[in-house]
């Protein structure tokens, strides 16, 4: 670009007028050839789109009824024009029907996508390809794709290429001979004024004046220079007398802002602490608000969770995003309180799945404990020699003032330096987490506790008689599905009112506690034992039929007379059972209907001399006896 500039001004007139010649001429000669160019692609491409639509016009019938040979010779007619050198019929679903490539044409040239779904016309490789869609009143049935050959039209295209540059060349040299006679007559003013103004920039001589011939352009140009150099010449004398003034401002100036800058400096400085504080309690506020979105949560889902354990899941979930980098584990006590099980474990390292109370700190004081790093502090027993390297929490899970379980939370990383230990960003969202998840396990043990004794009898520990007709209809359901037998015994101590008059309600209560423990004993897995009423107890026993039923009563029969049972140091006469037994679906198709089976069959014992098994035989009970109530319990059968 320097070099261009330094040009002596001849040259650059010279090479403008060549350069805005040319350039006029050539973009002259690019349009027409653009425009050649346009016509002959639009004329070429308006024929063969109506090429293209007499082909679909005569070819819509053949497509609408599959005739391939008729499309064919249809596309055959196209040989008559030399330039189209492919011809595609698809029909609706995008099927060939008939094709035609044209002899004396490269055949190797690919054609559009096969099947395009929409009209469009494009140029590949020099070859035009339209695609039309072929219409039956108003329904597309299918496309037509033509491709033709277009080296006639860029033949002559060529030759007014040609004729264009020559005729642009012949006028760019007479330009130029133009161009040099106009020259003189702008470069010779120009020049000597400029040699003035060269002999004033270096020897500051502003008392030289420019000639003035003529009142063109260039002579105002040297009256203009000649007005400015007196005006120079004034002001620089002007500016001799402010030059001192101003580097003596200067140098004021100058201190003045050293001071500034350094205030500014210290301010920035302070600035940027604030910031840094700002940001850093930003990103705080940013994480205290996600941990808390994540409490909710977490609390949200163990709200809706049925026991406990679906809260090990949650917990599982919600811990490594709550603790990252971290690994823990939720520990619970038994039934018994005796031991604390694993509830569920997240990170690295299985966990151990059993622990007692006295293994851990946190525990033992009924308070958060926290071990930074060995040393530190007290190391749980159930932590041991594998402290995590970012240290660990244990955390008590207490609910309603009971201790119900421990969360136990070690970080895998130590801290980076300077920033603050894990063990302080998340001790308060461990206890939070803790506290949170302690109430939700303490309700769900409260509500599986009531939910327990709702269905089991409190004495014997037994399933309750509400239990027992809710699961006789399902078993009376699935024996029908699956076409099993079902049984069902009726049990009833024998003389359990003499010994309630012998040795008082207390004993009967300790004897109906051991026969309901020998009944959970005995039974199945598959089987249903419960506490009818009374002294009355009820076995329900799928997939048993008569005999094996009776078989299973008379075991317990056996069993009853070996039970020995002792109230306060005094050993209870022996035991004995009566039992009736039905069987679906021989003895009845109903609950009501079996149990008033069972308890006829009960009767007949009973009435037959006690301890023995009676299967149902269809008798009806004599008339002295007790008819059974609408639930099939007898009454008066003890009196029998």
Same mark, same amino acid.
């Given at each position: 670009?320097?070099?261009? &500039? ?18 006029a001429?050539l ?19 308006h ?12 070819s ?6 599959g ?18 050198t492919?011809a ?19 055949t190797t040239r690919?054609?559009v996508?096969?099947?395009p779904e929409?009209?469009?016309?494009s140029i590949?490789?020099r070859?035009?390809?339209?695609v039309?869609a ?6 597309r049935i299918g496309t037509?794709?033509l ?10 295209l ?10 642009a ?19 010779v ?7 003035m ?23 105002r ?10 005006t120079v ?10 030059? *001192?003034?101003?580097?003596s401002?200067?140098?004021e100036?100058t ?22 504080r ?9 994480r205290?608000?996600?941990?808390n ?27 490594p ?8 584990s ?6 018994? &309180?005796?031991?604390m ?10 966990g ?7 293994d ?5 004081r ?31 899970m207490i609910?309603?003032?009971?201790? *119900? ?14 920033k ?10 461990a206890? *939070? ?13 409260? &509500? ?34 699956n ?7 009726m ?7 003499d ?12 004897l109906?506690?051991?026969l309901?423990d ?24 799928p997939?048993?039929?008569? $005999?094996g039923?009776?078989?299973?009563a008379?075991?317990?029969? $056996? ?5 020995r ?12 059972i ?6 679906f ?7 009501d ?5 069972a ?10 001399g ?8 269809g008798?009806?009970?004599p ?11 007898p ?6």
């Open positions: 670009m320097r070099s261009i &500039r330094d040009t002596p001004i001849r040259q650059k007139l010279m090479a403008s007028f060549a350069f805005v010649t040319g350039s001429l973009v002259t000669a690019i349009v027409l050839v653009v425009a050649d160019w346009l016509q002959i692609r639009r004329d070429a491409t024929e063969l789109e109506a090429q293209a639509a007499l082909i679909g016009a005569n819509s019938a053949a497509i609408e009824f005739d391939s040979d008729t499309a064919a010779q249809i596309l055959g007619t196209l040989s008559a024009i030399p330039d189209i492919h595609v019929l698809y029909d609706l679903r995008g099927n060939l029907i008939a094709s035609y490539a044209n002899d004396d044409h490269d690919p054609l996508p096969d099947h929409d009209d469009m016309f590949f490789h070859e035009l390809v339209v039309q072929i219409r039956l009143d108003g329904d037509v794709v491709q033709s050959d277009m080296h006639s039209g860029y033949a002559g060529r030759r007014n290429v040609w004729a264009t540059l020559g005729i060349i012949g006028a760019f040299g007479l330009a130029l001979l133009v161009a040099g006679r106009l020259q003189r007559l702008i470069t003013p120009i020049l000597s004024l400029a040699e103004v060269q002999q004033v920039s270096h020897g500051a001589a502003y008392s030289l004046r420019a000639p003035v011939e003529g009142e063109d352009e260039v002579g140009l040297a009256r203009g220079v000649n007005a400015m150099l007196e010449q004034r002001r620089d004398q002007e500016l001799a007398g402010h030059q *001192s003034r101003l580097e401002l200067v140098a100036r201190s003045d802002l050293e001071q500034i800058n350094e205030r500014l400096m210290v301010e920035l400085d302070e600035h940027e602490q604030a910031q840094a700002l940001t850093r309690a930003v990103s705080e506020l940013e205290h608000r996600h941990e979105e994540l409490l909710t949560d977490m609390n949200d889902r163990l709200q809706v969770c049925r026991d406990v354990s679906e809260v090990g899941p949650v917990i599982a979930l919600y811990g995003q709550l603790f990252p980098g971290s690994s823990g939720v520990h619970l006590f038994n039934e018994e &309180r005796s031991r099980m694993a509830l569920v474990h997240w990170g690295e390292g299985d151990r799945q059993e622990l007692d109370q006295d851990c700190w946190a525990l033992r009924g308070q958060l404990h926290a071990v930074a790093e060995p040393g530190s502090e007290l190391v749980c027993p159930h932590v041991g020699a594998e402290t995590p390297a970012g240290g660990y929490l244990c955390i008590p609910a309603q003032g009971n201790l *119900s379980g421990l969360l136990h939370v070690g970080f895998e990383s130590p801290p980076e330096g300077g603050p230990t894990p063990l302080d960003r998340f001790d308060s969202l206890e *939070s987490a803790a506290e949170r998840a302690a109430a939700v396990v303490a309700s769900l043990q409260l &509500r599986a506790r009531l939910r327990e004794q709702s269905v089991h009898d409190p004495l014997t520990g037994l399933h309750n008689r509400r239990y027992m007709e809710e699961s006789f209809e399902r078993e009376i359901s699935r024996a029908k599905r076409e099993i037998p079902l049984a069902v015994a049990l009833d101590l024998d003389h359990f009112k010994y309630n008059d012998r040795y008082g309600h207390d004993a009967g209560d300790v109906l506690r051991q309901g020998l009944l959970r004993r005995s039974v199945r897995v598959e089987d249903v034992a419960c506490r009818f009423g009374g002294e009355e107890f009820t076995l329900i026993m997939s048993l039929d008569a $005999e039923a009776q078989r299973r008379e075991q317990i029969c $056996e069993q009853v007379r070996a039970l049972v002792e109230h306060q140091g005094q050993r209870i006469g022996d035991v004995t009566s039992i009736g037994v039905a069987i679906p021989g003895h009845g198709g109903t609950a209907e079996l149990i008033r089976a308890d006829a069959a009960l009767y007949e014992a009973k009435s037959a006690r301890d023995r098994v009676q299967l149902y035989a008798a009806s009970p008339d002295g006896g007790a008819t059974p109530s609408a639930a099939g319990s009454r008066g059968v003890e009196e029998a």
